[in-house]
Nanobody, 121 residues
C-alpha cells in the first residue's frame, strides 16, 4: 500500500509559477503521475515519471510549461508549473502505480492523494 500526500497548491496570477509536492510512503511504486480535474470534467493525466528509469511523460496541454521530477532520497515527486494560465485552475492529484504502461491514463494507478487546489486568475 502507498500513501500519498500532496502539498504546494494555492492561488497565483496568470504567468506565475507553483510547485506541487507529493510525498510517498509505504510500498514502492513503478510510476508516479499527476492528474487534474476541472469541475464537472473527467480527471486527466498531465504528467508522469517512471520510478526506475526516470522517463517522463506530458500531456500536450502542459508540455513545455510543466516539469515532473523526483527525489528518490525523499521519496517525493514534484510538479513544477510555470507560465500558468487560468485554464490550469483545477484540483491536482498525484497518483502511484506499479507498471507505467499507460502513464497518463488513470487506470494505470492504484493509489491517490487527497488533492490540492490550484487557482490561476
Amino acid at each position: 500500500h502507498v500513501q500519498l500526500v500532496e502539498s504546494g497548491g494555492g492561488s497565483v496570477h496568470a504567468g506565475g509559477s507553483l510547485r506541487l509536492s507529493c510525498a510517498a510512503s509505504g510500498s514502492t511504486y513503478g510510476v508516479a503521475g499527476w492528474f487534474r480535474q476541472h469541475p464537472g470534467k473527467e480527471r486527466e493525466g498531465i504528467a508522469a515519471i517512471e520510478s526506475g528509469a526516470g522517463s517522463t511523460y506530458y500531456a500536450d496541454s502542459v508540455k513545455g510549461r510543466f516539469t515532473v521530477s523526483r527525489d528518490r532520497a525523499k521519496n517525493t515527486v514534484y510538479l513544477q508549473m510555470d507560465s500558468l494560465k487560468p485554464e490550469d485552475t483545477a484540483m491536482y492529484y498525484c497518483a502511484a502505480g506499479s507498471v507505467p504502461m499507460f502513464p497518463l491514463n488513470k487506470s494505470s494507478y492504484n493509489y491517490w492523494g487527497q488533492g490540492t487546489q490550484v487557482t490561476v486568475s
